[in-house]
């Protein structure tokens, strides 16, 4: 987006990282700190996006963590379900999941009342992943992605509003197949 001429926010729960993210990007992107997790943050985030932008025309829902925050060695010595914490649970879900819905909320009513059109694109991964062997939460979480992703097409059908899901992945680089699929 940033290569093709779009002024770019990124946003990252530490001010170091999400700069450095930033200057990676492209000249001109800007580092916001936000945790998608906290509702407080993300509203706060995205009215600083506003200003900064003078509105929000695409949002792309990327936020994540993986399956080391549960596991470190979760390629060469998977988990069972039965042995991953309720906390590694929750906080991977949250963030997974809540925190596209609580950012797409708080983007969404803009999208509608004042641009009048807009574009999701949920970041999600593909189905071999979603269902691996060792990858709960992880699989469960994106899984619910992709399920939100279809229900917030369904909801803003007819608003100007498209949401997009993307499955990357590939097999030169991960070994798991890839493709991408539109919620709509």
Same mark, same amino acid.
Do not use: C, Q
């Given at each position: 987006l940033a290569e093709a001429g779009a002024r770019v @926010? /990124?946003?990252?729960r530490t001010e170091q990282r999400v700069q450095d993210a930033a200057t990676r990007v492209a000249p001109g992107a800007t580092g916001l700190i936000m945790d998608v997790r906290d509702e407080q943050s993300? %509203?706060?985030?995205?009215? $600083?996006? /506003?200003? @900064? /932008?003078?509105? @929000?025309?695409? /949002?792309v829902n990327n936020a994540g963590i993986g399956?080391?925050?549960?596991?470190? $060695?979760?390629m060469t010595e998977p988990m069972g379900f039965w042995q991953v914490s309720p906390d590694g649970f929750r906080d991977l879900l949250v963030?997974?999941?809540?925190?596209?819905?609580l950012v797409a909320r708080a983007v969404v009513p803009h999208m509608l009342d004042v641009a009048g059109h807009g574009k999701i694109v949920n970041i999600s991964v593909n189905e071999t992943t979603?269902?691996?062997?060792?990858?709960?939460?992880?699989?469960? %979480?994106?899984?619910?992605t992709d399920s939100l992703s279809h229900i917030m097409a369904a909801d803003l059908t007819g608003t100007g509003i498209d949401v997009n899901l993307l499955l990357p992945g590939g097999a030169t680089r991960t070994g798991r197949g890839s493709r991408g699929h539109r919620a709509t």
């Open positions: @926010i /990124l946003t990252g993300v %509203s706060a985030g995205v009215e $600083h996006a /506003l200003t @900064i /932008l003078g509105g @929000i025309d695409v /949002l399956m080391r925050t549960v596991n470190p $060695h979760f963030t997974n999941v809540v925190g596209y819905f979603k269902r691996r062997r060792g990858f709960t939460p992880y699989g469960p %979480s994106r899984a619910a």
